[in-house]
């Protein structure tokens, strides 16, 4: 309601002024919200600085103008730059995306440095330093107007085609996997996003929409030359008003914009002729404010204000649902087989000729001492590191034996896997959390949200629905990583240390949960250093040691083999002892 009536602000109070440079204010605060909120797709959901987005504006100015210059109208010259530009950030981002933080937002300021060169270099078609200009013919079909308020309209339209756009994909299942790949890469990877796709469709967007304002900006000043179009102030302006307004947020950059532009202009009109610079110094100062009061930006600081955390109906109090008991079902064929796993990493021999079979609706248990390589068996069995030799076959739904090679190929084939160090999608909700899983078998938001709330439910997360992540207990966070992964209906659940640092209430309430899971026909590799848990879960358990599998049987026996209670019980008796 409060959006609708600042949107509608933005065009009315133009209109019932009449003034041109109020339009010219208002149109220039239409145009840097829609490229704010552009710019937020990449830099705010996927979390990749650009500070080199004016290459975008750039492409479409000049597109646009070098069309309108063969006679073609900007209409067209919108979509064609918005096209290119599309490409051209596909082909510059997808080696960049290796660069994370400083480094990726370097490396877009040189891409930016790239392009002004080259259109200060190609003179004949850009007119190179001395710009482009317009041929003065007015009218809608050129985008070029004696009023100023056929333009006000049209920016008001681009900008809010974007924030449609950018709203749409937030609430989209492209959105959450944006924000979980900027969150957790490996999980979001282990839910079978790919990750690398989804931040160049990211890139692609938010260039083509970045271009299209680019062209209606070039009609608007009538004149272009590289270094005002392909320029870093410009691009770090629009970076500025969505972290002001609130990066990652979808209306944040609409609001730090309305807030700072008009700030801006006016401190210009009104102190640049009385004392040369100092507009500079009062925006300086304000954002300086802002960053210092409000570092998450308005929106959020905005947000913590009127949040209430408000406890669902009926929710349980922490404690995962008890199921009906259900008969458990005997234990099948081969549904996993490691088969001669070998790694090296540099000289150290971490995994050795490690050959095992997980059965269809086992639990096996694997055991060994710190640095025995056992968490580099479960990144081979899950695709994120590949065998040097050796190879991981994985039975599919059909019953045919497959070798997946990638974390996506795993969890397509309905393997899932949690981290020994909990990876969670901190500044999402619980809820969005486990619907980054649910994804996997309900492509629709709503299905998954109705998903979630039941996995919630069944994990006694239910109380924390609408919590964020990142303000967990670490009962709470280890469940949730459960939760996320059992939400993708896995057939094979590897199990990384997951009872590691849970109180003895907890460690109870985890064991019966995994009780549930397996009865439930789910097959489960489970890493533990808890014995009890070990000993109360496994069918079969292994011992890993110095990367070789020294022993395989039943627990019982296991825990008596003389090499075992040598390489690992001993020791953590000894060590209990002297505790
Ligand atoms: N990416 C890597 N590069 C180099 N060495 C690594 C890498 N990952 C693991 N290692 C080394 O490989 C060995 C096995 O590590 P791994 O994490 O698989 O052991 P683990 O049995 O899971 O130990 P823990 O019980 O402590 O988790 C260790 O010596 C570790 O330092």
Redesign the pocket.
């Known amino acids: 309601m409060l959006l609708m009536f600042v949107l509608l602000a933005l065009l009315v109070i133009p209109m019932a002024i009449g003034d041109a440079f109020v339009y010219h204010i208002f149109i220039t605060i239409c145009m840097f919200a829609g490229l704010a909120t552009a710019w937020n797709i990449v830099g705010g959901y996927a979390g990749q600085l650009s500070l080199g987005h004016a290459v975008f504006y750039g492409i479409g100015a000049y597109v646009g103008m070098l069309l309108v210059s063969a006679g073609i109208t900007p209409w067209i010259g919108m979509f064609a730059g918005a096209g290119i530009a599309a490409l051209v950030a596909v082909a510059i981002s997808y080696p960049c995306f290796r660069l994370h933080g400083p480094f990726f937002a370097l490396a877009s300021i040189a891409f930016l440095e790239v392009f002004r060169v080259l259109a200060l270099h190609f003179g004949d078609i850009t007119g190179g330093a001395t710009g482009m200009m317009v041929p003065l013919e007015t009218g809608w079909q050129w985008m070029i107007f004696r009023d100023r308020l056929p333009s006000l309209v049209i920016a008001f339209g681009l900008m809010l085609t974007t924030l449609a756009v950018a709203w749409g994909l937030r609430r989209h299942r492209f959105g959450f996997y944006l924000v979980a790949t900027r969150e957790r890469e490996s999980a979001a990877r282990s839910a079978g996003i790919g990750t690398v796709r989804m931040r160049l469709l990211a890139v692609a967007v938010s260039a083509a929409l970045t271009a299209m304002i680019g062209t209606f900006h070039a009609m608007y000043l009538t004149f272009i030359e590289p270094s005002s179009v392909f320029s870093l102030t410009f691009s770090i302006q629009i970076a500025m008003f969505a972290l002001i307004g609130g990066i990652g947020t979808i209306f944040g950059p609409l609001v730090g914009t309305i807030l700072l532009v008009p700030l801006t202009e006016l401190a210009r009109g009104w102190l640049g002729a009385e004392a040369l610079g100092l507009h500079g110094f009062v925006y300086g100062t304000v954002l300086v404010l802002a960053v210092l009061f409000m570092p998450d930006g308005i929106m959020s600081a905005l947000g913590k204000l009127v949040r209430k955390r408000a406890t669902a109906p009926g929710a349980s109090e922490g404690a995962p649902r008890t199921a009906e008991s259900v008969e458990r079902p005997a234990i099948g064929g081969a549904v996993l087989k490691a088969e001669n796993l070998d790694k090296h990493?540099g000289g150290?021999h971490?995994t050795n000729n490690v050959s095992f079979t997980l059965r269809e609706g086992e639990v096996l248990g694997v055991i060994?001492p710190?640095?025995?390589?056992?968490?580099?068996v479960f990144n081979m069995l899950s695709g994120f590191l590949k065998p040097d030799s050796g190879r991981v076959l994985l039975r599919d739904a059909d019953g045919e034996f497959r070798s997946p090679t990638s974390p996506g190929d795993f969890a397509r084939l309905q393997l899932g896997r949690t981290f020994?160090i909990v990876q969670p999608f901190a500044a999402m909700t619980v809820e969005e959390n486990i619907m980054v899983g649910a994804f996997h078998r309900h492509p629709r938001v709503a299905d998954a949200r109705r998903a979630a709330r039941e996995m919630a439910e069944r994990m006694g997360l239910s109380r924390h629905l609408d919590d964020e992540a990142r303000g967990l207990p670490v009962g709470a966070l280890k469940r949730l990583e459960i939760a996320r992964v059992m939400a993708m209906e896995p057939r094979v659940l590897l199990l990384d240390e997951a009872m590691a640092g849970i109180n003895r209430a907890d460690l109870r309430q985890a064991i019966e949960l995994i009780r549930e899971i397996r009865d439930t026909g789910v097959s489960i590799i489970a890493?533990e250093h808890v014995m009890q848990a070990i000993m109360s879960l496994s069918d079969r358990v292994i011992v890993?040691n110095s990367g070789e599998v020294i022993a395989e049987g039943e627990p019982d026996a296991v825990v008596r083999d003389e090499a075992v209670i040598e390489a690992y019980l001993g020791k953590e008796s000894v060590d209990a002892e002297a505790a």
Do not use: E, R
């Open positions: 990493f150290l971490v060994g710190n640095g025995a390589g056992k968490t580099t020994q890493i890993i």
